[in-house]
């Protein structure tokens, strides 16, 4: 599946939104054009388009220039179903590899704050990689002028999500709006951005109905590396700002867990005879053939970071629980946990199993186990598997 990236303006009557001032048609036309084939609408999920699995998304000049996502459909669904609004406070504590947190960030269009963290510093790097790319952190996609900088604020922070309170310091925020506004007033930003845009309007076709502006484009979505002397131009700009106020309480929060990813396609095909992985090691990898009690410190992992995550939830806010895996332990059992936990031990609080509006609109089946939670499975819903569980905090 692809996603193609929408700006913070009205959809158009005929087409939805757009994004860099290039039409969707004009989009869909370039992808055409690189790799002969249409791409499919997916009706139940807005913005996204689907291609035949041959086809590479990442040889696409379009993903290159950051027009276009790569992620599941299934993965989308649930950032739309924890609906993230402008303005509001959102956290992923578990961001790697980033291409949902993108996502959140542009259904936020770039107002409010947004916090990602991992607690792997090798993802948390990779994570920001594509946050550079999109301009994620960066305030320019919700105001092209960039006059009033403190409608968002996005920071990628390493931390442990089993344990993380909100408090942090610059040594473990690997990269936030603050240095997107920084790196983006660089020289080497500004004449990059222009050889980008030249190169983007001679890619797309010259007739009037496709051709459309491409100014903004000199101000986003370009693949920004950081070489050695700009990590250290950083590093001294981070320091002279001080400590970073975060939230303590959020009005989203995402679980995206860590699980054993048997329901993940692009997982399971690793384990193929001639896969990267190799049929021998799916049972010791995702049943614990050789080690049986492996499996017990992932729940608790699993327990703890869906525990923390309801800590960190204002009462009232909703907190989306997510795995890709098919097993009853990884998902219902780890949320019945949580909904049967006491007050006292949820701070005076508790959890409650919310119903998903649009649930009925899309290919996903009722957990026979725990209705209320969602399973897509990848014969009917023709994407990876998933689970997902809303729940508020009242």
Same mark, same amino acid.
């Given at each position: ?8 303006s009205a959809?158009?009557p ?7 001032n &290039?039409s969707?048609?004009?989009i ?7 790799? /002969?084939v249409?791409?499919?609408?997916v009706p139940?999920l807005? /913005? ?6 041959q086809?590479?998304?990442?040889k696409? $000049?379009l ?5 276009v ?5 299934a993965?989308?669904f649930?950032?739309h179903?924890?609906d993230?609004?402008p ?14 947190l993108?996502?959140i960030?542009?259904l ?17 790097? $990779?994570c920001?990689s594509?946050?550079?790319k ?21 920071s ?14 610059n040594?473990t925020i ?10 983006s ?9 222009? $050889?980008?845009?030249n190169?983007?309007e001679?890619?797309?076709?010259n007739?009037?109905?496709?051709v459309?502006?491409?100014?903004i484009?000199k ?14 131009r950083?590093k ?5 700002r001080?400590?970073k106020?975060i939230?303590?309480a959020?009005?989203k ?10 329901? $993940?396609?692009r ?7 001639e ?15 050789n ?5 017990s410190p992932?729940?608790?992992l ?14 009232g806010?909703?907190?989306v ?12 059992d ?21 119903e998903v ?10 957990s026979?186990? &725990? ?11 023709k ?12």
């Amino acid at each position: 599946f692809i996603r193609l990236r929408p700006t913070v303006s009205a959809p158009t009557p005929n087409e939805i939104e757009s994004h860099n001032n &290039l039409s969707i048609d004009s989009i869909l036309f370039q992808i055409e054009k690189e790799v /002969g084939v249409t791409p499919k609408r997916v009706p139940w999920l807005k /913005g996204f388009y689907s291609l035949p699995q041959q086809c590479s998304i990442r040889k696409m $000049s379009l993903f290159e220039d950051g027009l276009v996502h790569g992620i599941d459909a299934a993965s989308g669904f649930i950032i739309h179903a924890l609906d993230p609004k402008p303005g509001e406070s959102v956290l992923d504590l578990c961001c790697a590899p980033g291409a949902k947190l993108c996502l959140i960030a542009d259904l936020m269009k770039r107002q409010g704050c947004l916090v990602g963290l991992d607690a792997s510093h090798q993802r948390a790097q $990779s994570c920001a990689s594509v946050l550079r790319k999109y301009g994620t952190c960066s305030p320019l996609d919700s105001n092209p002028d960039c006059t009033n900088l403190l409608e968002w604020d996005c920071s990628l922070i390493v931390a442990d999500g089993v344990a993380w309170n909100g408090e942090q310091d610059n040594r473990t925020i690997i990269w936030d709006t603050a240095d997107d506004i920084y790196f983006s007033h660089s020289r080497y930003r500004e004449k990059k951005a222009d $050889s980008m845009s030249n190169d983007l309007e001679k890619k797309l076709p010259n007739d009037s109905e496709h051709v459309e502006s491409t100014s903004i484009v000199k101000k986003r979505n370009l693949k920004r590396k950081i070489n050695k002397s700009m990590r250290i131009r950083l590093k001294r700009e981070r320091k002279s700002r001080g400590q970073k106020q975060i939230p303590t309480a959020f009005d989203k929060v995402l679980v995206d867990a860590e699980c054993t990813h048997d329901g $993940s396609i692009r997982h399971l095909r690793k384990y193929e005879t001639e896969g990267q992985w190799g049929t021998d090691a799916f049972a010791s990898r995702f049943l614990f053939e050789n080690d049986p009690g492996r499996g017990s410190p992932l729940k608790e992992l699993q327990r703890g970071l869906l525990l923390n995550a309801f800590r960190l939830l204002r009462p009232g806010g909703t907190l989306v629980y997510s795995t890709c895996s098919f097993c009853k332990a990884q998902n219902e059992d780890v949320v019945k946990w949580l909904l049967d936990q006491s007050k006292e031990s949820l701070g005076g609080h508790t959890a409650k199993l919310v119903e998903v509006e649009s649930a009925k609109e899309v290919p996903a089946t009722q957990s026979k186990d &725990l209705p209320g939670c969602l399973r897509f499975e990848p014969l009917a819903s023709k994407t990876s598997g998933l689970f997902m569980a809303k729940i508020t905090k009242i």
